[in-house]
């Protein structure tokens, strides 16, 4: 794909939706960070449902740990992998409060240091919380990528590089939001949905509909 289609999918996506951003519902970095952990492999609208539970009765490093695994299972016991959210979650807040004056780092190796925190979860709160120019390359990204022909790569690493590299400079910090958006609702991974596409024509996917 060469930079004038590249140029052209953002902008559109940009005029469709000048403000994008996640679909979790979050106060601070930190309920980030938590609503974050809890959506790997979980839908945001299910997050959102256990969340809105939780923070209102803890939404700090301190409040959270005071629950203890047990009490915060009973909170988070719809999403998926539950069990090991909540142990991850309580050791994540012990991290914080000890090493990290119970802030959120704003620093990918001392983010990846935490209890069930990997590269796509510090991308996403390092671009979404501190607004940093990062890509967090989840399955939808992965998938329109490749898809279209805009950054295609073998693995997620290689996607993530490859959009960091082509995507205009303008867009960078709102991509991540943009593509996901396009993954979760139009290019959806059984039957892309090209006949409602704002960027059917400049798409190179061979098998269109």
């Known amino acids: 794909m060469n930079k004038k289609k590249r140029l052209q999918i953002f902008e ?8 994008p951003t996640t679909e979790l519902v979050f106060n601070s970095p930190f309920e980030l960070l938590i609503s974050v952990m809890l959506s790997a492999q979980a839908t945001d609208i299910s997050v959102n449902k256990a969340t809105a539970k939780l923070y209102p009765v803890a939404n700090t490093p301190e409040t959270i740990h005071a629950l203890g695994v047990d ?20 050791k994540t807040c012990r991290i914080l409060i000890d090493q990290h004056h119970s802030q959120v780092p704003e620093d990918r190796e001392a983010l990846e240091a935490l209890p069930g925190v990997g590269r796509k979860t510090a991308n996403v709160i390092l671009n979404t919380a501190f607004r940093h120019p990062t890509m967090a390359v989840d399955t939808h990204i992965f998938r329109v990528a490749n898809r279209i022909g805009l950054a295609p790569g073998k693995n997620v690493l290689e ?51």
């Open 71 to 90: 009490k915060l299972k009973s909170y988070i016991k719809t999403i998926g992998l539950f069990n090991t959210k909540a142990e991850n979650v309580i």
């Open 12 to 19: 559109r996506l940009r005029a469709a939706n000048p403000q």
């Open 159 to 209: 996607v993530e590089k490859n959009l960091l590299k082509h995507v205009p400079k303008e867009f960078l910090l709102d991509a991540h939001h943009w593509l996901i958006l396009h993954g979760r609702y139009t290019c959806i991974a059984r039957k892309p949905r090209c006949e409602s596409c704002l960027i059917a024509d400049l798409c190179e996917y061979s098998d269109k509909s």
